[in-house]
């Protein structure tokens, strides 16, 4: 892991646990006695998809999609492309897109806009994480575990460099690493 010094605790693992427990219920409760798909969009949406499932007791199927809009860099890009999409077509259906951060807005703009043209039955959004400061295009979100500032994060899907996506907990670089490689980030750590 990174040297202590690198990066502070944001959101605790339990505090993550926590909030996921809890929008799973309230998921389970609004799409009750209804089919439901849930999108997650790679990769970083992957570990919040996960253990959101195991908390909704309604019957539901998963799918992925891959959006890329900040390649490596910590600051984006304001690209968007498809790296992958859906597996199956979603007319007709209860889709909740499950993503791990709305920044800009940008690519979660780009995912309703292309999803909302297949004719779901309905179309919502689930993410982790919002960036509310950082908004260039207004998205609706159905579902919010945290408003965050405006800082680097990494940590339970969300990368550094392409690592740490496996820590159980949000983390915050501190801004002096921001233009750090990923071989002096390293370096410095343990
Ligand atoms: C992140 C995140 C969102 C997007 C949000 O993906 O998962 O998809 O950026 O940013 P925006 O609101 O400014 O558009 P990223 O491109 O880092 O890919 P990853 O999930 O594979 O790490």
């Known amino acids: 892991m990174l040297r202590d010094d690198m990066a502070d605790t944001m959101i605790t693992a339990q505090e993550i646990q926590a909030r996921v427990a809890e ?17 997650a969009v790679l990769k970083g949406g992957v570990l919040f998809l996960t253990d959101l499932m195991r908390h909704i007791s309604v019957p539901h199927a998963i799918d992925f999609m891959a959006i890329s809009s900040y390649g490596h860099s910590t600051e984006t890009t304001g690209v968007v492309r498809i790296l992958k999409d859906l597996d199956d077509p979603i007319d007709g259906r209860n889709v909740l897109i499950v993503e791990d951060i709305v920044d800009t807005g940008r690519t979660m703009d780009y995912l309703l806009r292309i999803l909302n043209a297949r004719r779901p039955a309905s179309l ?7 960036k509310p400061s950082r908004r260039e295009l207004d ?52």
């Open 23 to 39: 929008l799973g219920q309230q998921i389970s409760a609004d799409y009750a006695g209804q089919d439901l798909l849930l999108i």
């Open 124 to 130: 919502r959004v689930c993410t982790l994480l919002s």
């Open 139 to 190: 998205v609706p979100l159905d579902y919010v575990g945290f408003d965050i500032p405006n800082e680097f994060v990494f940590g339970y899907g969300l990368d550094l460099r392409e690592l740490y996506r496996d820590q159980p907990f949000i983390a915050a670089l501190r801004p002096e690493y921001y233009g750090a490689s990923l071989q002096e980030l390293l370096e410095g750590s343990e």
